[in-house]
């Protein structure tokens, strides 16, 4: 259709200029320089006139649609490259992910320089940690950083590789930068405050920390991050050089997580030290009533004996078994403190209110023990044997050597750590573990 319209136009174009020409045969002077000059017919000047114009407007519209082929030819190669190129990301993050490694760097290594490509260099450096080469990765990195400028992806990346090269303020460095490109991150966020933590910087993971639990929504990620957020104050109170300001501190701390027990141990501790141990035994006491945990009892009992104050000892376990009554590491204290006071009346009473989670081999080594002190030694040594067990110790229960997990029976794999060839059969040498008690509690 344009090539008719096109012919129509130049034969009507001809024929108006042959009338032109026809009706103006007057010869005209055209000057084509100041001292030259042509005379022509006036037909033949205005259809001159109207060619030369006809050839600069082709000569425009040629030039304007050679630009358009031009840059839509530009524009189709370079929608073919990034096509050839995104097939190769997806194939080199496919291979990424089934864990051919070396495929994938390959795959890379053909679309193209990966510096100039935050996902293909991301893609190499993940392939790199995968593979146990942080030092690759951290090559690759640290060569598409510079072009890329401060991608938040690569920058994690970055971390990863430095943290397994040992490298911790490398880490915290690009941690940092990461979160400065993007501070909504919550993922950054949690990196830079588990990166703090293993470096121990715990005044510049507080902050963090308390950011992480106001936005915390579930009850469980709210416990969780509450416990970390008294981990690092603890932390930070024992850092403390003066000892009264720490244990202000720290017994702050106790007061409002009393189930925290490290900030009471430590508080009572400090006070101890800075010559105020009636603070100290304060502070212990008050946590052992909400959590009474070994390590409480033992500094307690630890602190009577050397003021010569059994009877408050004594006094100390009434009360605590009666908030507690079920709970076996009071009674089980109560009755060691009682032998090693001799109060063999108190001790037989103690062993008849003995609650059925404490029954075991512990409860029958004390058993012993009372028997033994007081001179009866046939009943002492049953009570030693059926602490023992039939296997006279040599049965006890097996014990995983990576993680230290106890199960009553050996398994060829670790139920607790998931790994083989670490579980064994430990002689009962202290009966300690077999003691059965409630959750979070130490035995």
Do not use: K
Not at 89 to 96: I, K
Not at 323 to 332: F, K, R, Y
Request: aromatic content about 4%; overall charge positive.
């Amino acid at each position: 259709m344009r090539i008719w319209g096109g012919a129509t136009l130049a034969v009507a174009v001809a024929l108006v200029t042959g009338w032109l020409w026809l009706l103006n045969q007057t010869p005209v002077a055209v000057h084509l320089a100041p001292e030259r000059s042509w005379t022509v017919p006036l037909g033949a000047a205005l259809g001159g006139s109207f060619a030369i114009g006809a050839a600069g407007i082709a000569v425009l519209w040629l030039g304007g649609a050679s630009a358009r082929r031009w840059r839509s030819w530009r524009q189709r190669r370079a929608s073919r490259h990034e096509a050839r190129r995104a097939a190769s990301t997806a194939r080199a993050r496919a291979l990424v992910w089934s864990g051919a490694y070396a495929r994938a760097r390959a795959e890379l290594s053909r679309g193209g320089a990966a510096a100039e490509d935050a996902t293909r260099a991301a893609l190499l450096a993940e392939a790199h940690l995968r593979e146990g080469d942080p030092v690759a990765a951290r090559r690759v990195l640290d060569e598409a950083l510079p072009r890329l400028g401060p991608d938040p992806g690569l920058l994690d990346l970055l971390a990863s590789a430095a943290e397994a090269l040992g490298d911790r303020q490398g880490a915290i460095a690009a941690l940092e930068q990461a979160r400065r490109t993007d501070p909504t991150s919550p993922r950054l966020l949690r990196r830079l405050r588990d990166a703090y933590l293993a470096a121990e910087r715990w005044a510049d993971a507080l902050p963090l920390e308390s950011e992480i639990l106001l936005a915390a929504r579930s009850p469980d990620a709210l416990a969780e991050e509450t416990g970390i957020l008294h981990g690092i104050r603890h932390e930070l109170g024992c850092a403390e050089l003066d000892d009264a300001r720490a244990a202000r501190r720290l017994g702050m701390l106790a007061r409002e997580a009393p189930t925290f027990v490290p900030a009471a141990v430590a508080a009572g501790d400090r006070w101890q030290r800075a010559g105020h141990p009636w603070r100290a035994r304060r502070i212990w006491e008050r946590t052992a009533l909400v959590r009474p945990a070994a390590v409480l009892l033992q500094r307690l009992e630890d602190h009577d004996a050397a003021l010569g104050r059994r009877d408050r000892t004594a006094r100390r376990y009434r009360r605590l078994r009666r908030h507690h009554p079920d709970d076996p590491i009071v009674a089980l204290h109560e009755l060691r403190s009682l032998v090693l006071s001799e109060q063999w009346e108190a001790a037989r009473s103690a062993l008849e209110r003995l609650p059925t989670a404490a029954q075991g081999p512990l409860a029958d080594v004390l058993r012993a023990e009372w028997h033994r002190r007081r001179g009866e030694l046939a009943d002492a040594t049953e009570a030693y044997a059926r602490a023992l067990g039939p296997g006279l110790g040599l049965d006890g229960p097996a014990r995983c050597s990576a993680c230290a997990a106890t199960t009553e029976t050996w398994t060829g794999r670790c139920r607790a750590c998931r790994r083989w060839n670490t579980v064994d059969i430990v002689p009962r040498l202290e009966p300690r573990p077999a003691v059965a008690g409630p959750p979070n509690q130490p035995s």
